[in-house]
């Protein structure tokens, strides 16, 4: 049983081989006809292409027109010509590979077939060669031939007979050539899917098969393509024929093709629009008498959707072109359809840059064209872009997206559009007409006018960065002058582009500083003035000019309150207070010649002065300090209000680019320097983190973070208000007259940045679709304002700040600098006894000796711990740390007093101030009066009464006291004495 089975398994073994056998050699059969076929088929061809070569391109070549459209139309045959050569080239080359091929018994495989292997070449090249040949029937090249060389062609006709059957002495030379040029090179085409075909039929399934099918249906496509070219170009000829040639001249090009006429397929335009419509594959053309509109196809849209009452009809297409707008109105819904579909084919093509293959398929077939283009455009009619080159990208007619706008005058834009306008992010440069410069705007816009946050360089060196609205400066900015001429900064608000209300003018030439409200770009209402020689005064102002009495601090201590002039003379009734207490009152004249005259009463009975007069402070009541800077708060909250929105966050809190005019496309130039941080600041991304710290200890570091950076809304705003303080208060500004104007302004900083911030998380809750915590009272408001936001910002204006502390108490300061330098030359022993500290709390221990050397002469020996730990106080600007190193220098007395008793030892005050004057006389901290008054006014109001408020108290108490203490005669009479 098994030795039958394998009998018959052997058997159909080798059938099958067989018959593999035999479809393989049929297979090899019908490879071996096919190429025979093509051999010839490319042979006659061949042969064909040769005789036209030699009869018609050969004779129509030797001599070249010399009138201008014969001229034109002869280049057009060169190039024809060429292609012509081209073809017959490849022809020349697949006989030789197929014949080559025949000659050998090699097997069968597809790269023998050269039309399949090579297709894409041969498609090419006929494409090439028909387009050609349409461009040269579209400018009646071959009439133009046939005329200029009419007697020649009379004895050409046997030629052509050769080459058509159907020729009779009736038929046109024109329409001989015709045919004869473009019928063998169509039915060789024909011939190529003949051949595909029947090897196709023979063809297993497979990978071959489906090469050669593929094939098949492109050879099929060049076959369509071919009819539709010169249908094309026909159609296209015909209408030439019908226009008169001024249309002609203007709009006949040999690559230009009618697609559609409204003769043909009857279609209407607006009323009085035209006569005549039609569609060509790169313009849209209405006709109207004698004049004619065209429509490049790139920049056209078609809306199906219309319903205007223009339209002449029910089934109307609505055309949009960049400055124009009409209605195409088909008889009925069928009509109305091939035109649409007709057009939207065209302007796809169009867009892409070239036409399809084949040119048309059925109607409604292919893709819509995209309503979002980037082109080049110039608008001619008026409106605001007239004469404005435009490139950019398009949406439905109109400049949408990013794009440039130029005029020839010079202006330029670049940026973002929407609907037709600018909108969004741009940089606009503006010649200026009297100098070879420009003003360059890099700003915000809102539907076509600037708004929002911007930089403008002008021509003239001066440099605007604030906000804009309706093409003119608007709310918080600043304006600086560079030229040498006359430098100026202006910092504070405007309106409709004059400075108005609230802000800070510094004349650098005159040295001088005003502080105060402004109306139409002159100083109005109440105002200080700031001189670089410390002279300050404050007066009401009227259109630039003084009115009414003031108060004059002068640097000397001096005070006067009258009238003065501008440059600070005495002018009638008034009050001088010098600083020995003198007091002159009365009325005052400055004649040519005989300098200040008075007439008055003079006071010598007062001693010195009150500090509440020479240490008066300005401001307070003029410039309440919620109305300081209401310009920048505003625009942070209506950035809140408006929902945070991702692309309105730049116009509301500002942007950070380069001071540069150069031109530039670059998205980092355009758009906020990105830099390098590692922390993500988009919206979406800030209101998603918001809700994540709810800690205290969370929160601050998420502060902290926020407020350094430069693209966080709330460092923007800190940033903001850091320029704001430094306009006002730094260098020339630097008055101790200013001193609480400035404290309370930063106290103020830290309770809006904290609303603020209340205002983020309220939002990104309520997107979360939390319920926000109910609102905080106003108390507990400032407490979070004091303990979590002061500490953070409080670095960005310490040095301005110190500086006006220390110039308040800068006499003070000096006196205690004076007692400290006496206390220092006591040695350690000595100033113990001096300060009457008592003996059983000296720590002698630490006084370690060296040989020869007196206990007696040792210094800085004692409470060493406690005096390092006092002057870290300079090393932090936190009042909360400062606070924490005193409560650390006072465990430190405490911790020393302990281990001389040699038991837990709790000092009571009498004790403590001594041994804390011990430690602040050996600490020999600089300014320490500007440092206890800054840390009193800072520090968080929950510490009043408490252990930092006692220890405070006690530091202010030492520091009085060195003041008081005149040490220069006790010193010499205790060294005398010892002497």
Same mark, same amino acid.
């Given at each position: 049983? /098994?030795?039958?089975?394998?009998?018959?398994?052997?058997?159909?073994?080798?059938?099958?081989?067989?018959?593999?056998?035999?479809?393989?050699?049929?297979?090899?059969?019908?490879?071996?006809?096919?190429?025979?076929?093509?051999?010839?088929?490319?042979?006659?061809?061949?042969?064909?292409?040769?005789?036209?070569? /030699?009869?018609?391109?050969?004779?129509?070549?030797?001599?070249?027109?010399?009138?201008?459209?014969? &001229?034109?139309?002869?280049?057009?045959?060169?190039?024809?010509?060429?292609?012509?050569?081209?073809?017959?080239?490849?022809? %020349?080359?697949?006989? +030789?590979?197929?014949?080559?091929?025949?000659?050998?018994?090699?097997?069968?495989?597809?790269?023998?077939?050269?039309?399949?292997?090579?297709?894409?070449?041969?498609?090419?090249?006929?494409?090439?060669?028909?387009?050609?040949?349409?461009?040269?029937? !579209?400018?009646?090249?071959?009439?133009?031939?046939?005329?200029?060389?009419?007697?020649?062609?009379?004895?050409?006709?046997?030629?052509?007979?050769?080459?058509?059957?159907?020729?009779?002495?009736?038929?046109?030379?024109?329409?001989?050539?015709?045919?004869?040029?473009?019928? *063998?090179?169509?039915?060789?085409?024909?011939?190529?899917? #003949?051949?595909?075909?029947?090897?196709?039929?023979?063809?297993?399934?497979?990978?071959?098969?489906?090469?050669?099918?593929?094939?098949?249906?492109?050879?099929?496509?060049?076959?369509?393509?071919?009819?539709?070219?010169?249908?094309?170009?026909?159609?296209?000829?015909?209408?030439?024929?019908?226009?008169?040639?001024?249309?002609?001249?203007?709009?006949?090009?040999?690559?230009?093709?009618?697609?559609?006429?409204?003769?043909?397929?009857?279609?209407?335009?607006?009323?009085?629009?035209?006569?005549?419509?039609?569609?060509?594959?790169?313009?849209?053309?209405?006709?109207?008498?004698?004049?004619?509109?065209?429509?490049?196809?790139?920049?056209?849209?078609?809306?199906?959707?219309?319903?205007?009452?223009?339209?002449?009809?029910?089934?109307?297409?609505?055309?949009?072109?960049?400055?124009?707008?009409?209605?195409?109105?088909?008889?009925?819904?069928?009509?109305?359809?091939?035109?649409?579909? &007709?057009?939207?084919?065209?302007? +796809?093509?169009?867009?892409?840059?070239?036409?399809?293959?084949?040119?048309?398929?059925?109607?409604?077939?292919?893709?819509?064209?995209?309503?979002?283009?980037?082109?080049?455009?110039?608008?001619?009619?008026?409106?605001?872009?007239?004469?404005?080159?435009?490139?950019?990208?398009?949406?439905?007619?109109?400049?949408?997206?990013?794009?440039?706008?130029?005029?020839?005058?010079?202006?330029?834009?670049?940026?973002?559009?929407?609907?037709?306008?600018?909108?969004?992010?741009?940089?606009?440069?503006?010649?200026?007409?009297?100098?070879?410069?420009?003003?360059?705007?890099?700003?915000?816009?809102?539907?076509?006018?600037?708004?929002?946050?911007?930089?403008?360089?002008?021509?003239?060196?001066?440099?605007?960065? =604030?906000?804009?609205?309706?093409? !003119?400066?608007?709310?918080?900015?600043?304006?600086?002058?560079?030229?040498?001429?006359?430098?100026?900064?202006?910092?504070?608000?405007?309106?409709?582009?004059?400075?108005?209300?609230?802000? !800070?003018?510094?004349?650098?030439?005159?040295?001088?500083?005003?502080? =105060?409200?402004?109306?139409?770009?002159?100083?109005?209402?109440?105002?200080?003035?700031?001189?670089? $020689?410390?002279?300050?005064?404050?007066?009401?102002?009227?259109?630039?000019?003084?009115?009414?009495?003031?108060?004059?601090?002068?640097?000397?201590?001096?005070?006067?309150?009258?009238?003065?002039?501008?440059?600070?003379?005495?002018?009638?009734?008034?009050?001088?207070?010098?600083?020995?207490?003198?007091?002159?009152?009365?009325?005052?004249?400055?004649?040519?010649?005989? =300098? #200040?005259?008075?007439?008055?009463?003079?006071?010598?009975?007062?001693?010195?002065?009150?500090?509440?007069?020479?240490?008066?402070?300005?401001?307070?009541? @003029?410039? *309440?300090?919620?109305?300081?800077?209401?310009?920048?708060?505003?625009?942070?909250? @209506?950035?809140?209000?408006?929902?945070?929105?991702?692309?309105? %966050?730049?116009?509301?809190?500002?942007?950070?680019?380069?001071?540069?005019? @150069?031109?530039?496309?670059?998205?980092?130039?355009?758009?906020?320097?990105?830099?390098?941080?590692?922390?993500?600041? &988009?919206?979406?991304?800030?209101?998603?983190?918001?809700?994540?710290?709810? %800690?205290?200890?969370?929160?601050?570091?998420?502060?902290?973070?926020?407020?350094? $950076?430069?693209?966080?809304?709330?460092?923007?705003?800190?940033?903001?208000?850091?320029?704001?303080?430094?306009?006002?208060?730094?260098?020339?500004?630097?008055?101790?007259?200013?001193?609480?104007?400035?404290?309370?302004?930063?106290?103020?900083?830290?309770?809006?940045?904290?609303?603020?911030?209340?205002?983020?998380?309220?939002?990104?809750?309520?997107?979360?679709?939390?319920?926000?915590?109910?609102?905080?009272?106003?108390?507990?408001?400032?407490?979070?304002?004091?303990?979590?936001? #002061?500490?953070?910002?409080?670095?960005?204006?310490?040095?301005?700040?110190?500086?006006?502390?220390?110039?308040?108490? %800068?006499?003070?300061?000096?006196?205690?600098?004076?007692?400290?330098?006496?206390?220092?030359?006591? *040695?350690?022993?000595?100033?113990?006894?001096?300060?009457?500290?008592?003996?059983?709390?000296?720590?002698?221990?630490?006084?370690?000796?060296?040989?020869?050397?007196?206990?007696?002469?040792?210094?800085?020996?004692?409470?060493?711990?406690?005096?390092?730990?006092?002057?870290?106080?300079?090393?932090?600007?936190? *009042?909360?740390?400062?606070?924490?190193?005193?409560?650390?220098?006072?465990?430190?007395?405490?911790?020393?007093?302990? +281990?001389?008793?040699?038991?837990?030892?709790?000092?009571?005050?009498?004790?403590?101030?001594?041994?804390?004057?011990?430690?602040?006389?050996?600490?020999?901290?600089?300014?320490?009066?500007?440092?206890?008054?800054?840390?009193?006014?800072?520090?968080?109001?929950?510490?009043?009464?408490?252990?930092?408020?006692?220890?405070?108290?006690?530091? @202010?108490?030492?520091?009085?006291?060195?003041?008081?203490?005149?040490?220069?005669? +006790?010193?010499?009479?205790?060294?005398?004495?010892?002497?």
């Amino acid at each position: 049983m /098994a030795g039958k089975a394998l009998q018959l398994h052997t058997i159909a073994y080798n059938a099958k081989r067989r018959r593999v056998w035999h479809k393989g050699r049929q297979l090899d059969m019908c490879a071996a006809e096919a190429t025979t076929s093509l051999l010839q088929v490319e042979e006659n061809f061949s042969a064909c292409l040769a005789r036209m070569d /030699a009869l018609i391109f050969k004779p129509l070549l030797q001599s070249e027109p010399s009138d201008q459209k014969g &001229k034109e139309n002869f280049k057009l045959f060169l190039l024809l010509n060429d292609q012509f050569q081209a073809l017959w080239n490849l022809t %020349e080359e697949n006989y +030789r590979i197929v014949k080559q091929k025949c000659s050998t018994s090699e097997s069968f495989c597809i790269q023998d077939i050269y039309i399949v292997w090579k297709g894409d070449l041969f498609l090419s090249l006929y494409i090439q060669y028909f387009v050609t040949f349409a461009n040269y029937v !579209v400018v009646h090249g071959f009439e133009h031939a046939t005329k200029s060389k009419s007697e020649a062609w009379k004895h050409h006709k046997t030629v052509l007979k050769q080459f058509l059957t159907d020729f009779t002495t009736e038929t046109s030379m024109s329409l001989a050539l015709y045919t004869v040029l473009h019928k *063998p090179v169509r039915d060789h085409v024909e011939q190529y899917i #003949l051949l595909l075909n029947k090897l196709n039929e023979v063809l297993q399934e497979g990978s071959e098969k489906d090469i050669v099918t593929s094939a098949v249906k492109e050879y099929v496509k060049l076959k369509s393509f071919i009819s539709q070219v010169l249908d094309e170009a026909c159609f296209t000829k015909t209408l030439w024929k019908s226009l008169g040639y001024k249309f002609t001249d203007m709009l006949c090009v040999p690559e230009r093709r009618l697609l559609e006429d409204s003769k043909n397929l009857p279609i209407s335009a607006s009323t009085n629009r035209s006569d005549r419509i039609l569609l060509f594959d790169d313009v849209l053309v209405l006709i109207q008498g004698n004049s004619f509109q065209s429509f490049d196809l790139k920049l056209v849209w078609v809306d199906e959707t219309c319903r205007e009452k223009s339209a002449p009809g029910p089934y109307g297409l609505r055309i949009i072109t960049p400055e124009e707008t009409f209605v195409l109105s088909a008889k009925d819904p069928q009509m109305k359809a091939v035109w649409q579909w &007709k057009l939207n084919q065209a302007i +796809r093509q169009a867009l892409n840059g070239k036409r399809d293959f084949p040119l048309w398929g059925k109607t409604g077939e292919g893709t819509e064209p995209s309503s979002c283009r980037f082109f080049t455009y110039v608008f001619r009619l008026e409106s605001k872009f007239k004469n404005a080159s435009y490139e950019g990208e398009w949406h439905w007619g109109k400049p949408h997206g990013k794009g440039t706008l130029k005029w020839r005058d010079g202006r330029n834009h670049v940026g973002d559009f929407k609907e037709g306008l600018e909108h969004g992010f741009g940089i606009c440069l503006v010649p200026r007409r009297s100098e070879d410069r420009y003003d360059c705007y890099k700003c915000h816009w809102y539907e076509g006018k600037m708004r929002g946050y911007g930089i403008c360089e002008y021509g003239n060196d001066m440099v605007y960065k =604030g906000y804009f609205k309706d093409d !003119v400066r608007q709310g918080f900015g600043i304006l600086e002058n560079f030229s040498a001429e006359h430098p100026f900064k202006y910092t504070g608000q405007w309106e409709n582009d004059k400075k108005n209300g609230y802000g !800070v003018w510094e004349d650098k030439d005159r040295g001088e500083r005003y502080i =105060g409200t402004w109306l139409d770009d002159h100083r109005h209402g109440q105002g200080i003035v700031v001189t670089q $020689s410390g002279v300050c005064y404050q007066r009401t102002f009227h259109a630039d000019k003084m009115v009414g009495s003031g108060i004059l601090l002068l640097e000397d201590d001096s005070v006067y309150e009258g009238n003065f002039t501008q440059d600070l003379t005495f002018v009638g009734k008034g009050k001088l207070s010098f600083a020995n207490g003198f007091i002159l009152e009365g009325t005052f004249t400055n004649k040519s010649g005989q =300098g #200040l005259q008075t007439q008055g009463i003079l006071n010598t009975s007062n001693e010195q002065l009150d500090e509440r007069i020479t240490k008066a402070q300005l401001g307070l009541k @003029e410039f *309440p300090v919620e109305k300081r800077w209401k310009g920048i708060y505003d625009q942070f909250l @209506e950035f809140i209000h408006s929902g945070c929105k991702e692309e309105m %966050e730049e116009s509301f809190t500002g942007f950070h680019i380069q001071t540069s005019k @150069e031109l530039r496309k670059s998205q980092e130039y355009l758009f906020c320097q990105r830099g390098t941080e590692d922390v993500s600041w &988009k919206t979406e991304d800030i209101l998603e983190e918001l809700v994540q710290h709810h %800690e205290l200890g969370s929160l601050q570091s998420y502060l902290e973070k926020a407020l350094k $950076s430069s693209l966080h809304p709330l460092g923007k705003l800190l940033k903001a208000l850091t320029i704001a303080f430094q306009a006002t208060y730094s260098g020339i500004g630097a008055n101790r007259h200013l001193l609480t104007m400035a404290q309370e302004e930063v106290k103020y900083y830290a309770k809006k940045i904290w609303e603020f911030y209340q205002g983020l998380l309220h939002l990104a809750l309520e997107q979360k679709g939390q319920l926000p915590a109910k609102c905080v009272d106003g108390e507990v408001s400032d407490q979070k304002a004091y303990s979590v936001v #002061l500490p953070l910002i409080l670095p960005c204006f310490y040095p301005e700040l110190f500086m006006l502390y220390m110039l308040y108490h %800068e006499r003070e300061d000096d006196l205690y600098c004076q007692g400290i330098v006496d206390l220092s030359l006591f *040695p350690d022993i000595k100033l113990l006894e001096f300060l009457d500290v008592q003996k059983h709390l000296w720590p002698l221990k630490d006084l370690t000796l060296t040989t020869n050397q007196r206990r007696s002469l040792i210094k800085d020996k004692c409470f060493l711990s406690a005096t390092e730990c006092l002057q870290k106080l300079i090393t932090t600007v936190d *009042p909360r740390e400062k606070l924490l190193i005193l409560q650390k220098t006072y465990e430190e007395i405490e911790s020393t007093v302990s +281990r001389v008793v040699e038991k837990d030892y709790k000092l009571p005050m009498d004790d403590l101030l001594p041994l804390l004057m011990y430690v602040v006389s050996r600490a020999k901290i600089q300014h320490l009066g500007a440092e206890i008054h800054l840390i009193r006014d800072l520090m968080d109001p929950t510490n009043q009464g408490g252990l930092y408020d006692f220890l405070l108290t006690a530091l @202010e108490s030492c520091y009085e006291h060195i003041q008081r203490m005149r040490l220069h005669q +006790r010193e010499n009479c205790h060294v005398t004495r010892t002497s």
